[in-house]
């Protein structure tokens, strides 16, 4: 059982800022991880079309043998995990903007969030905040155009500073001290985001904790992988090859990067 991979979706090659904290962690699983580039971004799809999108992937990780699925996704997570728990007999790893830790720790009272539509519309995203951070003032900002723009390969480009001060600037003007990234895609616009934000703001994104989870998760069903080799790492895109490998820019052998249909 322990030698089944792990699967793991996003609707692109953003969920592999999760993939990459889970290999760190966990380097003999076996991963397998499913860009569903074809149909980014979800976050300005309905509820039902990210539902529908969420089970085709589960459908496929399943027929692949997976022991539990990552959805490295805030917006299908937070739109359709509940769903999926309740339909599939396997455990589900869910990824969520990181309102707790940043409402706890800052000291000016002003957080903010970048996140998709799909995720700051979602009841989960509110109930979370009402939860962590009735005392804060929370700015919740769309990164509209922001995953389009990843997932052309065009994270260092003019247009995405522009679009990243627009979004940034009104946050600074009221003075966050926290940027929690609500996108599995934003971490890679860190060096970007670090070039727009006063040093005095701290970047939160929820990779970490996903991959811990998951470390827990799988022990508790005594389904950890106890070999002592790198397991096989197999990515899949139905879109650009290269975008996703070279984001991924990966140098372990067992490593696979292939087109496929799903
Ligand atoms: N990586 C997805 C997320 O975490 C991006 C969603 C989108 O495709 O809009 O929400």
Redesign the pocket.
């Known amino acids: 059982m322990s030698t089944q991979a792990i699967g793991m979706f996003?609707?692109?090659v953003?969920?592999t800022s999760i993939w990459r904290e889970i290999h760190a962690l966990l380097p003999s699983e076996n991963t397998i991880y499913l860009a569903d580039s074809k149909y980014?971004?979800?976050?300005?799809?309905t509820q039902k079309e990210i539902l529908e999108l969420s089970i085709k992937n589960t459908e496929y990780l399943l027929s692949r043998n997976c022991k539990i699925i990552v959805v490295?996704?805030?917006?299908?997570?937070t739109n359709a995990i509940d769903y999926l728990r309740e339909n599939y007999n396997i455990p589900f790893i869910g990824?969520e903007p990181a309102i707790k830790p940043a409402a706890l720790n800052s000291k000016t009272g002003v957080v903010g969030v970048l996140?998709?539509?799909?995720?700051l519309a979602s009841s989960l995203f509110s109930k979370t905040t009402a939860l962590y951070a009735k005392d804060r003032l929370v700015l919740e900002q769309f990164?509209d155009g922001l995953?389009p723009l990843i997932e052309a390969g065009e994270i260092e480009s003019d247009e995405m500073e522009v679009l990243l001060t627009k979004y940034l600037q009104p946050m600074i003007d009221k003075n966050i001290d926290y940027l929690v990234l609500?996108?599995?895609?934003?971490p890679y616009l860190i060096p970007q985001l670090k070039k727009i934000l006063p040093p005095s703001v701290t970047i939160i994104d929820s990779g970490v904790a996903v991959a811990k989870q998951t470390k827990n998760v799988l022990a508790a069903h005594q389904l950890l992988n106890t070999s002592n080799t790198t397991g096989t790492l197999e990515f899949y895109t139905n879109k650009n090859v290269a975008v996703l490998q070279s984001l991924l820019a990966l140098n372990e052998k067992s490593a696979v990067i292939s087109a496929l249909d799903f």
């Open positions: 996003d609707s692109g953003g969920g980014a971004p979800y976050g300005e799809k490295a996704c805030n917006t299908a997570t990824i996140a998709t539509r799909g995720t990164g995953v609500g996108c599995t895609h934003y």
